[in-house]
T-cell receptor, first 113, second 114 residues
């Protein structure tokens, strides 16, 4: 089955700095990679996603890059703000048949004002 | 309506009790999921329903029994749970299985087994 590794497990940055979270996956059949943000005590929320036929996608201060050859993808947050503090989960999905999502272990991001 | 609604938000039950968790969505999503999440861990897949049929059971103990009465509703029936089953239970939905859409998660039911 799919295995998704995520690092770092914790990340502290100063407000205004950038944050980068990296993930690797094992199954070459995975072709959809969502990122979820989970604030303390709340539900995970989809913040950005990327399909395997795309190398990069950006949405305001958030961007995701995908390297299919190396089987790794990354989340980049620029100009971080205190409200970016949360746990971020990467995930890999094999489409076709039943959509089974494998999550990374999560990265706890703390943005220091 | 762009939400997944879960009830109850909190539940405390004894090990001999029978209770049910409910999940509802009106987005026309045809795939629905139950996840279990322990503190400081990622969500862990339990069940997948695709077009109201159970398609994945991740070797979940039989004390958890899912049910999908229709395309908008998903239940999780609980019986004879153990204290280690205490966790946040998340329901999620997506447009259809095998497609490139992320999940919409509900707020979860925080379950405590005493």
């Amino acid at each position: 089955g799919e295995n998704v590794e995520q690092h770092p497990s914790t990340l502290s940055v100063q407000e205004g700095d950038s944050a980068v979270i990296k993930c690797t996956y094992s199954d070459s059949a995975s072709n959809y990679f969502p990122w979820y943000k989970q604030e303390l005590g709340k539900r995970p929320q989809l913040i950005i996603d990327i399909r395997s036929n795309v190398g990069e996608k950006k949405d305001q201060r958030i961007a995701v890059t995908l390297n299919k050859t190396a089987k790794h993808f990354s989340l980049h947050i620029t100009e971080t703000q205190p409200e970016d503090s949360a746990v971020y989960f990467c995930a890999a999905t094999s489409s076709g048949g039943y959509q089974k999502v494998t999550f990374g272990i999560g990265t706890k991001l703390q943005v220091i004002p | 309506d762009t939400e997944v609604t879960q009830t109850p938000k909190h539940l405390v039950m004894g090990m001999t009790n029978k209770k049910s968790l409910k999940c509802e969505q009106h987005m026309g999503h045809r795939a629905m999921y139950w996840y279990k999440q322990k503190a400081k861990k990622p969500p862990e897949l339990m069940f997948v329903y695709s077009y109201e049929k159970l398609s994945i059971n991740e070797s979940v103990p039989s004390r958890f029994s899912p049910e999908c009465p229709n395309s908008s509703l998903l239940n999780l029936h609980l019986h004879a749970l153990q204290p280690e089953d205490s966790a946040l239970y998340l329901c999620a939905s997506s447009q259809a299985p095998g497609t490139f859409y992320g999940y919409t998660f509900g707020s979860g039911t925080r379950l405590t087994v005493v």
